[in-house]
């Protein structure tokens, strides 16, 4: 079914209700004192410079649906970038970054370190990728808009992507004053190709190329319910760098070989989401065709790791994946972050979705997750649903829907040098970036 075939009223309809939900909660859960955003609902959640980065895209898309004018989104974004780019770097504990890079999570009034939490790598990247939006949509000759940009690029080429490599083939995920470098770090097909691209781009501490070489050589092909693809249980990693980047038509030297690209192999991964809800084979309830999304999420367990209800293991927020570890919570938000690979399937479940559990709909849209198999020692209760929302999940809803309506993430990423020339340099060639 092509795209244009389901672009219809009512599905219109759906999506502006959907998108402007999730638009709205960057608009209210932000500080307008120094632009950081809450990483959740959660009473007393600190900032996600995730969560930053996520809102400072969604400002441009907020001025093209009339939710918000260019001139505040100026004043918003400004807020933001002037916060980060004066805010305090260096080794020290309660610092804001150190090297270019900043904290996973901040306070929201201060800006400080919370939670002892570690110097985000691939947090990093999604709050200077989300800034490169702002730099080529803001192109006017106005004084605001020239502080964007004269802010985004200074803030962009400061951070050392290298260091981050720790004299290792690939980047580490994070850095901790306490203890130095984390020993995990971003290999298998991850969210981090997008994190590669913007080192490879960078024109003073960029990575080496072969980072990104060394990033491809542990990747595992494998098939599932008839789809051949490069494997990640969880379903955002197969959409988080194309939130961003356009990657239909284009390779790097490890998709030549397959013959496919990064956008087919996340449609791919989309329908094994949906094969898996149809065979369910640990027989959880509410799966089937039109009932499906396993990612990382939050779950019923809540703030502890793991409960047992029922005989069965469930979890709190944890990396949910297909074929595990499942538990039978599923997370709307990814399947309508799916909208661009596979429409013709995602559109029903989103359908199916809103009218068998109306609970999940609130005020930015659809609530984290739902698990209809978890009764928490009640048999008459219809399973557990969150109540809560996160900048994570509400970001990649507002990004996908305009990119699936109109590409608009995807055109001004496609303007800009950095994101082009790391692309190069990982090896990318065909389709748009051979074009003149």
């Not at 994190?195 to 003073?204: A, E, K, Q, R, T």
């Not at 499942?326 to 799916?338: F, K, M, N, Q, Y």
């Not at 900048?391 to 994101?419: D, H």
Request: aromatic share 14%; hydrophobic share 35%; charged share 20%.
């Amino acid at each position: 079914m092509r795209s244009t075939d389901i672009k219809t009223s009512t599905n219109l309809e759906l999506f502006d209700t959907l998108q402007k939900g999730a638009i709205r909660y960057f608009i209210d859960n932000v500080n307008p004192a120094n632009g950081l955003v809450a990483d959740s609902t959660w009473e007393g959640a600190p900032s996600s410079i995730a969560a930053v980065g996520l809102a400072l895209a969604t400002y441009p898309i907020a001025v093209e649906r009339g939710l918000m004018t260019r001139s505040e989104a100026v004043e918003r974004t400004l807020t933001s970038l002037r916060f980060f780019h004066d805010s305090p770097q260096g080794p020290e504990t309660d610092t804001t970054g150190y090297k270019g890079l900043y904290y996973h999570f901040l306070d929201m009034k201060t800006g400080q370190r919370v939670w002892e939490c570690e110097l985000s790598t691939i947090d990093t990247a999604c709050l200077i990728i989300g800034m490169l939006v702002n730099t080529i949509y803001f192109d006017e000759n106005t004084t605001g808009e020239r502080e964007i940009r004269m802010l985004v690029d200074a803030l962009y080429q400061r951070v050392d992507w290298h260091w981050a490599l720790n004299g290792g083939p690939t980047v580490s995920h994070g850095w901790k004053p306490e203890s130095s470098f984390l020993k995990d770090r971003w290999e298998g097909l991850d969210e981090a190709l997008f994190l590669y691209v913007l080192g490879l781009g960078s024109p003073l501490h960029p990575l080496p190329k072969d980072s990104y070489t060394a990033w491809t050589s542990t990747f595992r092909w494998e098939e599932l319910y008839g789809q051949e693809f490069v494997f990640a249980g969880p379903l955002f990693v197969h959409q988080f760098s194309q939130m961003w980047i356009d990657l239909r038509g284009i390779q790097d030297d490890y998709m030549r070989q397959k013959g496919l690209d990064y956008f087919e192999n996340s449609r791919r991964a989309t329908y094994v989401q949906q094969q898996y809800a149809v065979h369910n084979p640990q027989k959880f309830v509410g799966y089937n065709e039109q009932c499906w999304g396993i990612t990382a999420s939050e779950g019923p367990a809540g703030d502890r790791y793991t409960i047992e209800d029922d005989g069965r293991r469930f979890f709190g927020y944890h990396a949910r994946g297909v074929p595990e570890p499942d538990d039978g919570t599923l997370s709307p938000w990814v399947v309508i972050a799916s909208l661009p690979f596979a429409p013709e399937i995602v559109i029903p479940t989103i359908e199916r979705i809103k009218s068998s559990y109306p609970q999940l709909s609130g005020k930015y849209g659809f609530t984290c997750s739902l698990n209809p198999t978890f009764r928490g020692g009640s048999k008459s209760e219809p399973g557990w649903i969150s109540k809560n929302y996160y900048g994570i999940n509400e970001g990649p809803n507002a990004l996908m829907i305009e990119n699936f309506r109109t590409g608009l993430i995807w055109r001004l990423l496609k303007q800009c040098p950095y994101v082009v020339d790391g692309l190069h340099r990982a090896g990318f060639r065909g389709g748009w970036l051979d074009e003149p």
